[in-house]
């Protein structure tokens, strides 16, 4: 299996960017496909963006199309979330997730999962 660690969340004001890293060890990294969910309170998980396992094929959420950028180092075995622009409802925890083989846009297609982090942003 793998294990996911999130950092990079923070209290921020609304416009700032951002850049989300999640750091994975166990099995092979590039066995993966990644990809970042996020849930604020009260809502729903939602799709943040995800990422084949050799960056071919990139997913963005609608509602983070232009403004967030996945990315993935399969040497540092690392996924990261560049987020500009940033407004008040990004304000949520995020979570990075892991999945054998092809890339998913579905929370439930994914396997393994971070603990979370923090990510507010001030008006």
């Known amino acids: 299996q793998v294990q996911l660690v999130e950092s990079g969340g923070g209290l921020v004001q609304a416009g700032d960017s951002l850049i989300l890293s999640c750091a994975a060890s166990?099995?092979?990294?590039?066995?993966?496909?990644m990809g970042w969910f996020r849930q604020a309170p009260g809502k729903e998980r939602e799709f943040v963006a995800a990422?084949?396992?050799?960056?071919?094929?990139?997913y963005h959420g609608d509602s983070v199309k232009g403004r967030f950028t996945i990315s993935r180092d399969n040497a540092k075995k690392m996924v990261s979330l560049q987020m500009n622009s940033l407004k008040p409802e990004d304000t949520a925890v995020y979570y990075c997730?892991?999945?054998?083989?092809?890339?998913?846009?579905?929370?439930?297609?994914?396997?393994?999962w971070g603990q979370g982090t923090q990510v507010t942003v001030s008006s």
């Open positions: 166990g099995r092979t990294f590039s066995n993966y496909a």
């Open positions: 990422i084949s396992r050799f960056s071919g094929i990139r």
């Open positions: 997730a892991a999945k054998e083989d092809s890339v998913a846009v579905q929370s439930s297609a994914y396997n393994y």
